[in-house]
Nanobody
Framework: QVQLVESGGGLVQPGGSLRLSCAAS????????MGWFRQTPGKEREFVAA????????YYTDSVKGRFTISRDNSKNTIYLQMNSVKPEDTAVYYC????????????????????WGQGTQVTVSS
């Protein structure tokens, strides 16, 4: 059974940085796509970023390009979301997701396309 465990959320000031982690277990993830999504109360869960474990490609929603970066540690089966120059509008619960398909075979920006989800971690950007 795939398990995804997020950590690293918290309170950060505008302009600051935070690194979220998603530890994955239960499978070999070499052909998975890992996604980061976020959700605020009353809104739909929205795509933030995606990473293809097979070829290392990464994709970001426009609002975080140049500020957020995905990286990974193969030895720990963990992916990270480095959040720099954060803004109050980045405040949300951030979720890690995993889908056992190669990226070119599905819409990696669509939350309904992902089979596995973590429990989420709260990020609050406030002074």
């Amino acid at each position: 059974q795939v398990q995804l465990v997020e950590s690293g959320g918290g309170l950060v000031q505008p302009g600051g940085s935070l690194r979220l982690s998603c530890a994955a277990s239960g499978r070999t993830f070499s052909r998975y796509v890992m996604g980061w999504f976020r959700q605020t109360p009353g809104k739909e869960r929205e795509f933030v970023a995606a990473h293809s474990w097979s070829d290392g490609s990464t994709y970001y929603t426009d609002s975080v390009k140049g500020r957020f970066t995905i990286s990974r540690d193969n030895s720990k089966n963990t992916i990270y979301l480095q959040m720099n120059s954060v803004k109050p509008e980045d405040t949300a619960v951030y979720y890690c997701a995993a889908e056992p398909r190669l990226l070119q075979y599905f819409d990696y920006t669509a939350r309904d396309e992902y089979e596995y989800w973590g429990q989420g971690t709260q990020v609050t950007v406030s002074s």
